[in-house]
Every structure is written in structure tokens, then in C-alpha cells.
T-cell receptor, first 113, second 116 residues
């Protein structure tokens, strides 16, 4: 089955800096790679996703890149703000029967002002 | 508000006991997923149901079982509880059934289980 590794586990940046979180996956059949943000006391919420036919996707201050050959994908947050502080999860899945969204262990991002 | 409702929010029980966690998906969503979140293991996939049928299974213990009812709500039953079962249990829902590849998963706020 799919296995997703995520690094780093914690990341501290100054407000205005960029933050990068990296993930690798094991199943070459995976074709959907979402990122979820979990704020304290809440459930995870989708912030951006990318499919295997796309190499990069941007949405305002966040961007994701995907390298299918190397089986890794990354989340980039620019101009970080204190409200970006949260736990971020990467995930991967395919649309094959019997598969489900498999998450990395999460990155706790702290943005200090 | 994701539209996914989980009850109870908090539950404290003793080892060896049995508990039931309940989830109501967003209106119109046919899939329900259960995830276990612990400090060192992140979000672990347990099981998925789609329109009443089991669709995918993760590392769910034999002591745990789930079902999805005709009204699409789901219940996760945890029995013979052990200290290590203490965790936050999340339910999520989606419109499609292809393990999340067909669209966004909407998570509830979780049920925190403490086993003493």
C-alpha cells in the first residue's frame, strides 16, 4: 500500500519568510496529492491539491510542486503570516478500487511576528 | 463549519470497555471515512464506506468495527479498549467514493477518546 513520508516534523519561521514542506510517496499509481491544514481544535481542511498530470499549481501565497519521477511533492508558502501557524499534512492516493487517502505524519509550522 | 458532525466530542472510559462514535456526513456526500490521530502517528486511515458498503480498509484493528446506515450516518465501534486506543478519531465525508481522488474530504472536529 501507499506510504507517505513528510519532512520536517516542525518548522519555525519569521513572519514574511517562506516555508517549504516536503513529502515523498511510495506507490507509483498515486495520482492525487492534496495538502490539508489543521488548526488547533479543528479537523483538517483542504488548502490546495495537485493531480499527476500537472507539475505545479499556485493559489495566492501557496504553491505545490510535483515530481512524479522522483515521487515527491512539496508545499511552498510565501510571505508567511502568524495565521499560517498550524499543522500541515500532505497526502496521496490513486483512484484504484480499495485505496484511500494516506496522510503523512504532519508538519507543525510556527510563524512568529 | 465543514458540515460533518461527530458525537461525542469527548469521551473518557476505562480499559476493557466498548464505545461507539457517531458521524453524520455533509448533505449529499455518500462516502464516510474514519481516521485515527495520535501524536506520533499522524492521521491513520481506518476504513471507508460508500453508500452503505465498505469501500476501503486500512490498519483497523479487529476490536474495531464500523458501519454506514441507510441514512448515510456512520458509527465506529471500539471494543476491549486499551490505553493505546486513546486518540482523536476523525470522520470525513466526500461526494465520490474513489478514496478521495474524486474530490475533497471534509473533516469533522473529531471525537477525543481517553482510555484510563
Amino acid at each position: 500500500g501507499e506510504n507517505v513520508e513528510q519532512h520536517p516534523s516542525t518548522l519555525s519561521v519569521q513572519e514574511g519568510d517562506s516555508a517549504v514542506i516536503k513529502c515523498t510517496y511510495s506507490d507509483s499509481a498515486s495520482n492525487y496529492f492534496p495538502w490539508y491544514k489543521q488548526e488547533l481544535g479543528k479537523g483538517p481542511q483542504l488548502i490546495i491539491d495537485i493531480r499527476s498530470n500537472v507539475g505545479e499549481k499556485k493559489d495566492q501565497r501557496i504553491a505545490v510542486t510535483l515530481n512524479k519521477t522522483a515521487k515527491h511533492f512539496s508545499l511552498h508558502i510565501t510571505e508567511t503570516q502568524p495565521e499560517d501557524s498550524a499543522v500541515y499534512f500532505c497526502a496521496a492516493t490513486s483512484n484504484q478500487a480499495g485505496t484511500a487517502l494516506i496522510f503523512g505524519k504532519g508538519t507543525t509550522l510556527s510563524v512568529s511576528s | 463549519d465543514s458540515g460533518v458532525t461527530q458525537t461525542p466530542k469527548h469521551l473518557i472510559t476505562a480499559t476493557g470497555q466498548r464505545v461507539t462514535l457517531r458521524c453524520s456526513p455533509r448533505s449529499g456526500d455518500l462516502s464516510v471515512y474514519w481516521y485515527q490521530q495520535s501524536l506520533d502517528q499522524g492521521l491513520q486511515f481506518l476504513i471507508q464506506y460508500y453508500n452503505g458498503e465498505e469501500r476501503a480498509k486500512g490498519n483497523i484493528l479487529e476490536r474495531f468495527s464500523a458501519q454506514q446506515f441507510p441514512d448515510l450516518h456512520s458509527e465506529l465501534n471500539l471494543s476491549s479498549l486499551e490505553l493505546g486506543d486513546s486518540a482523536l478519531y476523525f470522520c470525513a465525508s466526500s461526494v465520490g467514493g474513489s478514496g478521495g481522488a474524486s474530490g475533497e474530504l471534509f473533516f469533522g472536529e473529531g471525537s477525543r477518546l481517553t482510555v484510563l
